[in-house]
């Protein structure tokens, strides 16, 4: 796939075909990009489960013609009776089961706090049970089983089949689903149906949030109805830096965005246009280990922060951090954050309104547990805690998570404007890097760079090993030539899902809209 879509009125690029046309089709009847996105969002909960869900968090950055972006934090904090205590006897959070879930799920807040904007700025107001439609009938008629969840579901099955619900969810006829089968989820179409009638709010401050907290307790889970009542999105200003092609924004914590704009910032320095294959890699898998830095040593709940962020991306701090790379030596290298499921996804419509999301429940299937009566998965991302009380990432009731998700969007210097993104934990800003810098910095076409072979410093699912992974369709020369400066090496599958799903959408200065998707995925770029 080496062709962009291009579209004049409207474009949204999912890692899911469906959700893509879910989103398009409210583009169509007149709905702006926020709630083609909120549409997408649901339709995308069911129809790539092992991925993400309402039973997870979310990140929306928002960027509005002519204005300053807007960034939601949709994630939820740990529950009030998720204290050290509650973890005794143990040296880590697991991560599957009740006792990995341990936050309050944010993304169906965003969704709400989306839409509040949406009317602000002055957009359509389509309503919300036509927003939920697709992801209705989705849920309730059945969607074809792709090979990403049959092949999820298998490997991790043995970890997984054990858990409250989740057999009786995932694993129809009481085996794996084969790709292509007919999933149904009926319990999570009844819960979509009760909020298109009764308001996203009742999920935390309704009759469902009751229902949710009961089943909650029972379950063992440490959040209680009051941890529900409590979530709200919030409106948080976005990172930026100022990079020689325009303006690139992202998350702030306890997102990992620092990370995504310090490594663009950090190779804006090092003559990115002239480098070859291997020295683009190395330079951003270098400039990879400075940001990664940053990250362990910074980024944790905003109320605990040490550090200004964005002082961090001030020109004085990128050139240092740059001026610490050699062009002809890897240097060490210790250990990443690890893997992680999650979807992005970006839309665009014809005023220009533009947005980029991310949606997670963390690992695949998250904790595991499916909320009885609910067909909610609920995440794990509390796992990102330590039980160790002098960490950065101390566990805390109320306390937010560290998130590895981060959207990202640019305004370029010759008046285009971008939205792009991946899944996949570490990789996440490195695919981001990886796309600007190929599409934006050296020319290559939308597609290409997306298509292209990536790689991923750090670790995939059920391994341990922290090398620089390649997909095997980078030359021999390449490989090579990254061994020689010092890099360890592993290859991967041609087309590995372990580098992260991606997209990314472009406004062109006469209104034309370019999409591009990964096909590692089961996505696509729809226009219209």
């Not at 007149?30 to 979310?58: F, K, T």
């Not at 074809?144 to 099955?157: C, D, E, G, L, M």
């Not at 067909?375 to 590895?404: C, E, V, Y």
């Given at each position: 796939?080496?062709?962009?879509?291009m579209?004049?009125?409207?474009?949204?690029v999912?890692?899911h075909h469906?959700?893509?046309?879910?989103?398009?089709?409210?583009l169509r009847?007149?709905?702006n990009?926020?709630?083609?996105?909120v549409?997408?969002?649901?339709?995308?909960a069911?129809?790539y489960?092992?991925?993400?869900?309402?039973g997870?968090d979310?990140?929306?950055?928002?960027?509005?013609?002519g204005?300053?972006p807007?960034?939601i934090?949709?994630?939820?904090?740990a529950?009030?009776?998720?204290?050290p205590?509650?973890?005794?006897g143990?040296?880590t959070?697991?991560?599957?089961g009740?006792?990995a879930a341990l936050?309050?799920?944010?993304t169906v807040?965003?969704?709400?706090?989306?839409?509040?904007i949406?009317?602000?700025?002055?957009?359509?107001?389509?309503?919300?049970?036509?927003?939920l439609?697709?992801a209705?009938?989705?849920?309730a008629d059945?969607?074809p089983?792709?090979?990403?969840?049959?092949?999820?579901t298998?490997?991790k099955?043995?970890e997984?089949?054990?858990?409250p619900?989740?057999?009786?969810?995932f694993l129809?006829?009481g085996?794996?689903?084969?790709p292509?089968s007919r999933f149904?989820q009926?319990?999570?179409a009844?819960?979509?149906?009760h909020?298109?009638?009764?308001?996203l709010e009742?999920?935390?401050?309704?009759p469902l949030?009751h229902r949710?907290a009961d089943?909650?307790s029972?379950?063992?889970?440490?959040?209680?109805?009051?941890?529900?009542?409590?979530?709200r999105?919030?409106?948080?200003?976005?990172?930026?830096?100022?990079h020689q092609?325009g303006?690139?924004?992202?998350m702030?914590?306890?997102?990992?965005?620092?990370?995504?704009?310090?490594i663009?910032?950090?190779?804006d320095?090092?003559?990115?246009a002239?480098?070859d294959?291997?020295q683009?890699?190395?330079r951003?898998?270098e400039?990879?280990k400075?940001?990664?830095?940053l990250r362990?040593?910074?980024?944790t709940?905003?109320?605990?922060m040490?550090?200004?962020?964005?002082d961090l991306?001030?020109?004085?701090s990128?050139?240092r951090l740059?001026s610490?790379?050699n062009?002809?030596q890897?240097?060490?290298?210790?250990?990443?954050?690890?893997p992680?499921?999650?979807?992005?996804m970006?839309?665009m419509?014809?005023?220009?309104l533009a947005v980029?999301f991310?949606?997670s429940?963390y690992?695949?299937f998250?904790?595991g547990?499916v909320?009885p009566?609910?067909?909610?998965?609920?995440q794990n991302?509390?796992?990102?805690?330590?039980?160790?009380?002098?960490?950065?990432?101390a566990l805390?009731?109320?306390k937010?998570?560290?998130?590895?998700l981060?959207?990202?969007?640019?305004?370029?210097?010759?008046?285009?404007?971008?939205?792009?993104?991946?899944?996949g934990?570490?990789?996440?800003?490195?695919?981001q890097a990886?796309?600007?810098?190929?599409h934006v910095?050296q020319?290559?076409p939308?597609?290409?760079?997306?298509?292209?072979?990536?790689w991923?410093l750090?670790?995939?699912?059920?391994?341990s090993?922290?090398?620089?992974?390649?997909?095997?369709r980078f030359s021999?020369q390449?490989?090579a030539?990254?061994?020689?400066?010092g890099?360890e090496?592993?290859i991967?599958?041609?087309?590995?899902e372990?580098?992260?799903?991606?997209?990314?959408?472009?406004?062109?200065?006469?209104g034309?809209?370019?999409?591009a998707?990964?096909?590692?995925s089961?996505g696509?770029?729809?226009g219209?």
């Amino acid at each position: 796939m080496n062709q962009s879509n291009m579209a004049p009125l409207g474009m949204a690029v999912t890692p899911h075909h469906l959700a893509s046309e879910t989103a398009l089709g409210i583009l169509r009847e007149g709905g702006n990009a926020i709630e083609a996105m909120v549409a997408a969002a649901a339709s995308i909960a069911v129809v790539y489960p092992h991925m993400n869900g309402l039973g997870g968090d979310g990140f929306w950055l928002i960027v509005p013609p002519g204005a300053d972006p807007i960034a939601i934090d949709a994630s939820g904090a740990a529950g009030s009776l998720a204290t050290p205590a509650f973890y005794r006897g143990s040296k880590t959070i697991p991560h599957r089961g009740p006792r990995a879930a341990l936050t309050v799920p944010g993304t169906v807040s965003g969704w709400s706090l989306a839409l509040e904007i949406s009317r602000e700025l002055g957009g359509p107001r389509q309503p919300l049970p036509r927003l939920l439609a697709d992801a209705i009938r989705y849920a309730a008629d059945g969607i074809p089983v792709t090979a990403s969840q049959s092949a999820a579901t298998a490997s991790k099955y043995a970890e997984l089949c054990q858990q409250p619900g989740f057999a009786a969810t995932f694993l129809p006829h009481g085996g794996v689903p084969s790709p292509g089968s007919r999933f149904i989820q009926p319990e999570l179409a009844s819960t979509l149906i009760h909020l298109a009638e009764a308001g996203l709010e009742s999920f935390y401050r309704g009759p469902l949030a009751h229902r949710l907290a009961d089943e909650l307790s029972r379950l063992g889970m440490p959040i209680t109805l009051q941890d529900l009542n409590a979530q709200r999105a919030k409106r948080v200003k976005p990172l930026h830096v100022r990079h020689q092609h325009g303006d690139i924004y992202n998350m702030p914590p306890p997102t990992q965005g620092l990370v995504s704009l310090a490594i663009l910032g950090i190779t804006d320095r090092l003559d990115m246009a002239e480098a070859d294959e291997a020295q683009t890699i190395h330079r951003i898998v270098e400039a990879t280990k400075l940001a990664f830095g940053l990250r362990d040593r910074y980024i944790t709940d905003p109320r605990h922060m040490r550090a200004e962020m964005q002082d961090l991306l001030d020109d004085e701090s990128l050139a240092r951090l740059a001026s610490q790379i050699n062009v002809e030596q890897a240097a060490p290298w210790g250990s990443g954050k690890g893997p992680g499921d999650t979807v992005w996804m970006g839309v665009m419509d014809s005023s220009g309104l533009a947005v980029s999301f991310i949606q997670s429940i963390y690992h695949e299937f998250g904790s595991g547990v499916v909320v009885p009566g609910s067909g909610i998965t609920w995440q794990n991302r509390g796992a990102a805690f330590s039980l160790d009380p002098d960490s950065l990432l101390a566990l805390a009731p109320g306390k937010q998570p560290f998130h590895t998700l981060n959207p990202a969007a640019a305004r370029l210097n010759d008046g285009r404007t971008m939205v792009y993104g991946s899944m996949g934990g570490d990789g996440q800003p490195q695919t981001q890097a990886a796309l600007f810098t190929r599409h934006v910095v050296q020319g290559m076409p939308l597609q290409q760079a997306v298509s292209a072979p990536r790689w991923l410093l750090g670790r995939t699912w059920g391994q341990s090993s922290d090398s620089l992974k390649l997909e095997g369709r980078f030359s021999p020369q390449t490989v090579a030539a990254l061994r020689a400066l010092g890099h360890e090496t592993e290859i991967l599958p041609d087309f590995s899902e372990a580098v992260g799903h991606a997209g990314a959408i472009v406004r062109h200065n006469n209104g034309m809209l370019e999409g591009a998707f990964d096909p590692r995925s089961n996505g696509s770029a729809a226009g219209f």
